[in-house]
């Protein structure tokens, strides 16, 4: 069975700090991937998708960036941490066009 | 208009209660249809696709009405685990790719 897998589950960073988020996906070859940020309280933000290794979509300008250096693996980074970018960071795969989340990461930005 | 709408919530049922959340569409493009549940501070997780005939699991009911665009979930003899955000999901297809989810309707089921 598929399964996916972030890390990691909670961070806390200083303002101007680096990011690097992994996720990465078991059970299954060349999925569609997904990064999204839900702020407190708030719905999901599409912020990245990836249909295959180097290849990555942005769905809005921001301070971030994303990698898939390999298939089953899903990179967000940063070089500079915005106070904003505190959320719960989700990624996703697709399998006949439903999607499964990971179990997200809760970044804290101070 | 946002693309994907839901019932504002938040909504506060007894157990044992019925409760239907209907959200709608703006792209008549739209293909594929789902509900998703999210327990606070978790990720969301897929209750259930909507297929166009209209589909049941359990105490689960949801429908499909692409005249109208809109799509429903009904939730019978609520439990106090169904408390979560409920999240109406639209996936389009056509001109490219585009997952929409809406902002979510909130429940909360008490005793």
């Known amino acids: 069975s598929q399964t996916i897998h972030q890390w990691p589950a909670t961070l806390v960073q200083p303002v101007g700090s680096p990011l690097s988020l992994e996720c990465t996906v078991e059970?299954?070859?060349?999925?569609?991937l997904y990064w999204y940020r839900q702020a407190a309280g708030r719905g999901l933000q599409l912020l990245f998708y990836?249909?295959?290794?180097?290849?990555i979509s942005s769905e809005v300008p921001q301070n971030l960036s994303a990698s898939r250096p390999q298939d089953r693996q899903f990179i967000l980074s940063s070089k500079k941490l915005l106070l904003s970018d505190s959320g719960f960071y989700l990624c996703?795969?697709?399998?006949?066009?439903?999607?499964?989340f990971g179990p997200g990461t809760r970044l804290t930005v101070l | 208009r946002k693309e994907v709408e839901q019932d504002p919530g938040p909504f506060n049922v007894p157990e044992g209660a019925t409760v239907a959340f209907n959200c709608t569409y703006s792209?008549?493009?739209?293909?594929?249809f789902f509900w998703y549940r999210q327990d606070c501070r978790k990720e969301p997780k897929l209750l259930m696709s909507v297929y166009s005939s209209g589909n049941e699991d359990g105490r689960f009911t949801a429908q499909l009405n692409r005249a109208s665009q809109y799509i429903s979930l009904l939730i019978r003899d609520s439990k106090l685990s169904d408390s979560a955000t409920y999240l109406c999901?639209?996936?389009?297809?056509?001109?490219?790719?585009?997952?929409?989810f809406g902002a979510g309707t909130r429940l909360f089921v008490k005793a």
């Open positions: 999901v639209v996936n389009m297809r056509t001109g490219g790719f585009k997952t929409i």
């Open positions: 792209n008549s493009a739209s293909q594929s």
């Open positions: 996703a795969w697709e399998f006949r066009d439903t999607q499964y």
């Open positions: 059970g299954t070859s060349n999925p569609n």
């Open positions: 990836s249909v295959g290794i180097g290849q």
